[in-house]
């Protein structure tokens, strides 16, 4: 509690974190009188986020409380679930995969990080020791049902994945969102707490902002413009952008000329594409993409942004690779109010060069290639049910629940349930835990410390903040780290080095800030000046290290040093793409539509259905189709529909609204909470919903990056 002040002799105390439930990285300012959470608000003094806060994060107090929540290790027996010791459960944990490996091989035994991983430092810190402790090639995490297609364009363009540009949404005067909706997911690969404040600055400033989008979404509203696309077609705008800027001679790469290579062979890449061709299949007009592209190219400050719904779709990876290039043409990226990189106090970034981790192994069943020691989710099913050598026979969760979260989920529930054993690191008793033998339910939110380490790396201004636990665990709970810690010792061959034994996250963040660009060891001029821990942690509400600033060549990590405009495997699968190049129109027959996703301020992910304040007023688990196909189908609001694919089929009302694009449907993802064995307290009211991912198809991903489809499948609607 040393972040605490006592602020009135009535025993009430203020303590200062950060949110660590989504990217934005709102302070929050809690109440408390030492035991129990009086009151949050958000921490008007903290220079990042300046009092923003959501209905997520004024809920910390009830997650801390919430009687769902696990507090001793499970373990599954003929009569359910019972309470074992942490030790005892650790070393039932230990013998089982040391077993399972010593019979079948290290990629026997598969793995699975979920979205909090990255939230929690303590976890990060510890998960590579556990990984290459486990050595399998069965690793798999979100990130490939994610934002696998942007690590992977700038693996390819800038030398390292994690080198991922971020608007500069503080300084732009132009900004095109395409498959993003701040305004319920409060920016992603764009940290930016209070983002609704930060793009109406933009109008503020007379500047625009617009969005390009299959649903007239929140963030879409107000805009000062808004296009419907037809979902997955993304890369076909991109390409009429691109067409204009190189056969208009438009381009201009301004100080990055002398850093780029290949950039001859980008300018005849999207000759064919021009606005005429491509606007029937996108659904934009030959107009609007001309004028979009010249208001673009006519602003000086301008950024080209595109996220999960440009990422989760068949050509993600291209779409991906164009943003880049198209920011990079026009002088944009690595510049004021263009696409800019993070300069975090704890580099992501490390300083070797020439390291390609891409294709050292493929997946067995569908000869997958992996990338940064993943493979790709939507196959992992494939290893857990084809027998052979390399089957997965044991699975380890963490924080996720890709029973709900992964493309079909209805076949890992099936999976997960006829494997030989299973242990999950989570919070809850859920969807996907239910199938383990052993749950191990870490500490979390205000019990746990916190620094910012994935998502201080992405944000749109450099900062720096500590979070001290506000609780202790209670009845000898174990961090995250300290369970990978006690799986490591329990996995590994041979005997642990010295420091990894004593070393805390603390202790790693503390040498991790003294090596970093603003710490002590950067230069003999911040030796007694430069950040350290304990400097972070006087400042209670964080520290501004100040705006983006350019980083390029120095960032580069490619071998020459140079950004790759047209790497092969890009420009390979650009082929396939002219392939199939049609100036056809979408062939949807009667009933059948374009699904696609949908996120909620109040919702995140697959978890906290269960708190009642978020989940209060109306049912959201909806599938929203646009005014005129529902006249034309003859169904109202509240009518169910069954929604069928190749894979399933759910049951779920409809939502009639104008803000849809004809042809499309949207539905939520993360409900489904019905299943049996799950123990939230969720599956009895309105809240437990349907799972999207019941019906989403495995084999829908992205041929280049192996990242999951989810946008654009067809489905029909069955009244
Ligand atoms: N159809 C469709 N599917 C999608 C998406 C979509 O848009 N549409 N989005 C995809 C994306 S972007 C993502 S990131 C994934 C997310 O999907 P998952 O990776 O499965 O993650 P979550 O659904 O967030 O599940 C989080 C789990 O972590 C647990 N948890 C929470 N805090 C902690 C903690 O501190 N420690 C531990 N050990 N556990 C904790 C919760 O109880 C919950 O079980 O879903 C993907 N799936
Ligand atoms: N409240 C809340 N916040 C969250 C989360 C949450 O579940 N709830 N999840 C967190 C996570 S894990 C992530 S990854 C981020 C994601 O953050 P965002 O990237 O902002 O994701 P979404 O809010 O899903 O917005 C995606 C948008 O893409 C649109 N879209 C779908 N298909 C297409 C297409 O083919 N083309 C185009 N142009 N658009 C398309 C959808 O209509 C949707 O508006 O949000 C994070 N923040
Ligand atoms: S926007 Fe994200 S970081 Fe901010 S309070 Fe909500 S959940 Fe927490
Ligand atoms: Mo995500």
Same mark, same amino acid.
């Given at each position: 509690?040393?972040?605490?002040?006592?602020?009135?002799?009535?025993?009430?105390?203020?303590?200062?974190?950060?949110?660590?439930?989504?990217?934005?990285?709102?302070?929050?300012?809690?109440?408390?009188?030492?035991?129990?959470?009086?009151?949050?608000?958000?921490? @008007?003094?903290?220079?990042?986020?300046?009092?923003?806060?959501?209905?997520?994060?004024?809920?910390?107090?009830?997650?801390?409380?919430?009687?769902?929540?696990?507090?001793?290790?499970?373990?599954?027996?003929?009569?359910?679930?019972?309470?074992?010791?942490?030790?005892?459960?650790?070393?039932?944990?230990?013998?089982?995969?040391?077993?399972?490996?010593?019979?079948?091989?290290?990629?026997?035994?598969?793995?699975?990080?979920?979205?909090?991983?990255?939230?929690?430092?303590?976890?990060?810190?510890?998960?590579?020791?556990?990984?290459?402790?486990?050595?399998?090639?069965?690793?798999?995490?979100?990130?490939?049902?994610?934002?696998?297609?942007?690590?992977?364009?700038?693996?390819?363009?800038?030398?390292?994945?994690?080198?991922?540009?971020?608007?500069?949404?503080?300084?732009?005067?132009?900004?095109?969102?395409?498959?993003?909706?701040?305004?319920?997911?409060?920016?992603?690969?764009?940290?930016?707490?209070?983002?609704?404040?930060?793009?109406?600055?933009?109008?503020?400033?007379?500047?625009?902002?617009?969005?390009?989008?299959?649903?007239?979404?929140?963030?879409?509203?107000?805009?000062?413009?808004?296009?419907?696309?037809?979902?997955?077609?993304?890369?076909?705008?991109?390409?009429?952008?691109?067409?204009?800027?190189?056969?208009?001679?438009?381009?201009?790469?301004?100080?990055?000329?002398?850093?780029?290579?290949?950039?001859?062979?980008?300018?005849?890449?999207?000759?064919?594409?021009?606005? @005429?061709?491509?606007?029937?299949?996108?659904?934009?007009?030959?107009?609007?993409?001309?004028?979009?592209?010249?208001?673009?190219?006519?602003?000086?400050?301008?950024?080209?942004?595109?996220?999960?719904?440009?990422?989760?779709?068949?050509?993600?990876?291209?779409?991906?690779?164009?943003?880049?290039?198209?920011?990079?043409?026009?002088?944009?990226?690595?510049?004021?109010?263009?696409?800019?990189?993070?300069?975090?106090?704890?580099?992501?970034?490390?300083?070797?060069?020439?390291?390609?981790?891409?294709?050292?192994?493929?997946?067995?069943?569908?000869?997958?290639?992996?990338?940064?020691?993943?493979?790709?989710?939507?196959?992992?099913?494939?290893?857990?049910?084809?027998?052979?050598?390399?089957?997965?026979?044991?699975?380890?969760?963490?924080?996720?629940?890709?029973?709900?979260?992964?493309?079909?989920?209805?076949?890992?529930?099936?999976?997960?349930?006829?494997?030989?054993?299973?242990?999950?690191?989570?919070?809850?008793?859920? @969807?996907?835990?239910?199938?383990?033998?052993?749950?191990?339910?870490?500490?979390?939110?205000? @019990?746990?410390?916190?620094?910012?380490?994935?998502?201080?790396?992405?944000?749109?201004?450099?900062?720096?903040?500590?979070?001290?636990?506000?609780?202790?665990?209670?009845?000898?709970?174990?961090?995250?780290?300290?369970?990978?810690?006690?799986?490591?010792?329990?996995?590994?061959?041979?005997?642990?080095?010295?420091?990894?034994?004593?070393?805390?996250?603390?202790?790693?963040?503390?040498?991790?800030?003294?090596?970093?660009?603003?710490?002590?060891?950067?230069?003999?001029?911040?030796?007694?000046?430069?950040?350290?821990?304990?400097?972070?942690?006087?400042?209670?509400?964080?520290?501004?290290?100040?705006?983006?600033?350019?980083?390029?060549?120095?960032?580069?990590?490619?071998?020459?040093?140079?950004?790759?405009?047209?790497?092969?495997?890009?420009?390979?699968?650009?082929?396939?793409?002219?392939?199939?190049?049609?100036? #056809?129109?979408?062939?949807?027959?009667?009933?059948?539509?374009?699904?696609?996703?949908?996120?909620?301020?109040?919702?995140?992910?697959?978890?906290?259905?269960?708190?009642?304040?978020?989940?209060?007023?109306?049912?959201?688990?909806?599938?929203?189709?646009?005014?005129?196909?529902?006249?034309?189908?003859?169904?109202?609001?509240?009518?169910?529909?069954?929604?069928?694919?190749?894979?399933?089929?759910?049951?779920?009302?409809?939502?009639?609204?104008?803000?849809?694009?004809?042809?499309?449907?949207?539905?939520?993802?993360?409900?489904?909470?019905?299943?049996? #064995?799950?123990?939230?307290?969720?599956?009895?009211?309105?809240?437990?919903?349907?799972?999207?991912?019941?019906?989403?198809?495995?084999?829908?991903?992205?041929?280049?990056?192996?990242?999951?489809?989810?946008?654009?499948?067809?489905?029909?609607?069955?009244?």
């Amino acid at each position: 509690m040393n972040t605490s002040s006592a602020t009135s002799p009535t025993k009430k105390y203020t303590h200062y974190r950060v949110c660590n439930f989504c990217e934005a990285m709102c302070g929050l300012e809690i109440e408390h009188d030492g035991k129990q959470v009086l009151g949050v608000k958000g921490d @008007e003094k903290d220079p990042f986020s300046k009092g923003s806060i959501c209905p997520k994060g004024a809920v910390i107090g009830e997650m801390y409380n919430d009687p769902d929540r696990l507090r001793k290790p499970l373990k599954k027996t003929s009569s359910g679930f019972v309470e074992i010791d942490w030790e005892e459960a650790l070393d039932i944990v230990g013998k089982r995969l040391n077993t399972i490996r010593n019979e079948h091989g290290n990629d026997a035994i598969g793995l699975y990080f979920g979205n909090p991983t990255v939230h929690n430092y303590g976890a990060m810190m510890y998960v590579a020791d556990l990984k290459k402790t486990i050595r399998s090639k069965n690793n798999y995490s979100a990130t490939s049902m994610d934002q696998l297609p942007h690590h992977f364009a700038s693996h390819f363009m800038f030398g390292n994945g994690m080198i991922m540009p971020i608007p500069d949404i503080n300084r732009t005067e132009y900004m095109i969102v395409m498959g993003a909706n701040p305004s319920a997911s409060n920016g992603s690969i764009m940290t930016a707490a209070g983002v609704q404040k930060r793009l109406k600055d933009i109008q503020q400033r007379g500047g625009k902002y617009i969005v390009i989008d299959p649903r007239k979404t929140e963030t879409a509203k107000s805009a000062d413009e808004h296009l419907f696309i037809r979902p997955g077609t993304d890369v076909y705008f991109l390409l009429a952008m691109l067409h204009i800027i190189t056969t208009e001679k438009k381009y201009n790469l301004k100080k990055l000329a002398s850093h780029v290579v290949d950039l001859d062979k980008v300018i005849s890449i999207a000759t064919p594409y021009t606005p @005429e061709s491509v606007s029937s299949i996108t659904g934009i007009s030959v107009e609007d993409i001309r004028r979009i592209t010249n208001e673009y190219l006519n602003t000086q400050k301008a950024v080209l942004y595109g996220r999960m719904g440009v990422s989760t779709q068949e050509y993600g990876g291209l779409c991906n690779w164009l943003i880049n290039l198209i920011n990079i043409v026009t002088g944009n990226l690595d510049s004021e109010g263009g696409a800019m990189f993070t300069n975090p106090a704890v580099p992501m970034v490390k300083n070797k060069v020439g390291h390609t981790p891409y294709n050292r192994w493929k997946s067995r069943v569908q000869d997958l290639p992996e990338f940064q020691g993943e493979l790709p989710v939507s196959t992992m099913v494939d290893e857990i049910i084809t027998e052979g050598k390399g089957q997965i026979k044991a699975m380890v969760t963490h924080a996720g629940n890709p029973v709900l979260s992964s493309p079909n989920g209805g076949r890992l529930d099936k999976a997960l349930h006829d494997l030989e054993f299973m242990v999950s690191i989570d919070i809850y008793l859920n @969807e996907t835990t239910k199938h383990a033998d052993i749950i191990l339910p870490p500490t979390t939110g205000l @019990e746990v410390d916190h620094y910012d380490l994935i998502f201080n790396a992405f944000a749109v201004s450099n900062n720096a903040k500590f979070s001290e636990a506000l609780f202790p665990p209670k009845d000898g709970q174990l961090h995250d780290w300290q369970i990978f810690k006690g799986l490591t010792k329990r996995l590994s061959k041979k005997k642990l080095p010295w420091l990894y034994r004593i070393s805390t996250p603390k202790l790693l963040l503390k040498l991790a800030l003294l090596n970093g660009p603003y710490g002590r060891f950067s230069s003999i001029k911040r030796l007694f000046t430069g950040l350290t821990l304990g400097k972070i942690k006087r400042s209670v509400h964080g520290i501004d290290l100040g705006p983006l600033v350019p980083m390029f060549p120095k960032l580069l990590r490619t071998k020459d040093q140079k950004i790759h405009l047209a790497p092969s495997l890009f420009l390979e699968q650009l082929e396939t793409l002219h392939a199939e190049f049609s100036n #056809g129109k979408d062939t949807l027959q009667g009933n059948e539509f374009r699904l696609i996703g949908r996120r909620h301020l109040r919702s995140n992910n697959s978890w906290m259905h269960n708190v009642d304040k978020l989940v209060s007023g109306k049912n959201r688990c909806t599938v929203m189709m646009n005014t005129q196909d529902a006249e034309r189908l003859g169904l109202k609001t509240e009518d169910e529909v069954m929604v069928k694919s190749r894979v399933g089929e759910i049951k779920i009302p409809i939502e009639v609204t104008k803000n849809m694009m004809p042809g499309v449907v949207s539905i939520p993802h993360g409900f489904g909470h019905t299943r049996k #064995g799950s123990q939230l307290k969720v599956a009895e009211t309105h809240a437990a919903g349907v799972s999207f991912n019941d019906i989403s198809d495995h084999n829908r991903i992205d041929n280049l990056t192996g990242n999951a489809a989810f946008s654009g499948q067809i489905v029909q609607i069955i009244a």
